[in-house]
């Protein structure tokens, strides 16, 4: 069994794991429909028996009549109790099968926050848009002050310092009037006009992909919490109460699913013991432990709890969906945003590894989304049917 807490790959396809979940999903569904049909099949024929000898008037004398009478009456609370044991036991596995959903969308949000949190487009971003942080700009500043000092006596204030904007009118009134080689102030004049020039056109886009990217994360964060709470509200249903991040780290998963199997069997008046049987068949005769009677009212909440915990992920389905669509559009404008620099080509020589390094960060995640994130089965008439139980009334 996989450790619990290992983080699924960010590059992880829906066909690598989504698809076999969901065709494995199907066979169990499509097992136990065939074990229903087992059960009934001869039953249903018996009653078609029975009616048709009733409706032999021949048939109808006290002695013969009462008989068939009862037989139909038994044969049919029978199949009655048969399909609301099957009913149940259905809901019991698309709930199960609703855990397994959770579960593994909660490793797609985690993979998404620690995709988000480690991205070094929004770590270095804030550096991007300030000249003071290149090389370039920074050499030419000091030999600029040096020279103005020296020849004017004149000093950039401190204030200049923190404000690019205003230390970019400085430099270039710097440069004019500081004295030097012509080749040389040509060079830098070249240099410090591809940062200004990068940093005032780019600033106000660098600081959308920048706040946006954080608005991301914050949503993605709130999603992994929403996951959180849809789990400790599905498994309080069933009496399992440990919080999703300790049962994920301590993959405790079948305890819950035992727990589970320990509430239908109680709904249904089996004992503790019945619940463990291979395929949900009673114990043997001489075990001890005979069904009893159900509890109609434990019955009745059983499915109303365990349908109530199948609708709510059905909506978070469609919430994580959403943000996943929501997140796709984000990246595809970062994209745009990233290549809008005209000046690129001129500048290159002088353009930092973070601005390289963000538009490859940008591209990544943004297939990210629309692969190992975007599920559009997620969203597909199969994954209903399986959840709702619409294929197998």
């Not at 300030?130 to 103005?148: M, Q, S, V, W």
């Not at 020296?150 to 204030?159: D, F, G, H, T, V």
């Not at 992909?209 to 498994?235: H, M, P, Q, V, W």
């Not at 005769?285 to 009212?297: E, H, I, L, V």
Request: net charge negative; proline share 5%; charged share 25%.
């Amino acid at each position: 069994m996989a450790n619990g807490r290992s983080i699924a790959p960010p590059g992880d396809s829906l066909s690598s794991w989504f698809q076999p979940w969901l065709q494995s999903a199907y066979s169990e569904l499509d097992q136990m429909e065939l074990e229903y049909l087992d059960r009934t099949e001869p039953l249903r024929a018996r009653l078609q028996d029975v009616a048709s000898i009733l409706a032999d008037p021949r048939n109808r004398t006290p002695e013969c009549g009462f008989q068939l009478l009862w037989e139909k009456n038994q044969l049919e609370e029978t199949l009655k109790s048969i399909h609301q044991e099957y009913d149940l036991k259905l809901l019991k596995l698309r709930y199960r099968k609703s855990i397994e959903v959770v579960k593994m969308l909660y490793e797609k949000v985690l993979s998404m926050d620690h995709h988000l949190s480690s991205l070094k487009a929004q770590q270095g971003l804030s550096n991007l848009s300030n000249p003071h942080n290149y090389p370039e700009f920074k050499e030419t500043r000091a030999i600029i002050e040096e020279r103005l000092k020296k020849k004017y006596n004149i000093q950039m204030p401190s204030l200049f310092q923190t404000n690019p904007f205003l230390s970019a009118t400085f430099s270039i009134v710097g440069l004019a009037l500081s004295s030097g080689e012509e080749k040389d102030k040509k060079e830098n004049i070249e240099k410090v006009a591809c940062v200004l020039d990068f940093t005032v056109r780019m600033h106000n886009d660098l600081n959308v992909i920048y706040y946006e990217t954080g608005y991301l994360r914050d949503a993605n964060l709130t999603l992994k919490k929403d996951c959180e709470s849809l789990f400790s509200d599905c498994a309080r249903q069933v009496g399992y109460t440990i919080p999703l991040v300790t049962c994920r780290e301590g993959d405790d998963w079948e305890r819950l699913y035992t727990m589970l199997d320990n509430y239908v069997a109680k709904a249904l008046g089996e004992t503790n013991n019945t619940a463990t049987q291979p395929g949900g068949y009673p114990p043997p005769a001489n075990s001890g432990n005979q069904p009893t009677a159900p509890d109609p009212r434990l019955f009745a909440r059983a499915n109303t709890n365990l349908q109530f915990s199948i609708d709510r992920v059905g909506a978070f389905v469609e919430k994580y969906s959403n943000f996943v669509s929501q997140g796709g559009e984000y990246y595809k404008k970062f994209s745009k945003i990233a290549s809008s620099y005209e000046n690129e080509k001129a500048c290159v020589a002088v353009l930092p590894d973070q601005f390289k390094q963000l538009k490859r960060d940008i591209d990544e995640t943004f297939d990210k989304f629309n692969s190992a994130y975007k599920m559009p089965e997620m969203q597909g008439s199969k994954l209903k049917d399986m959840l709702y139980g619409t294929n197998y009334d």
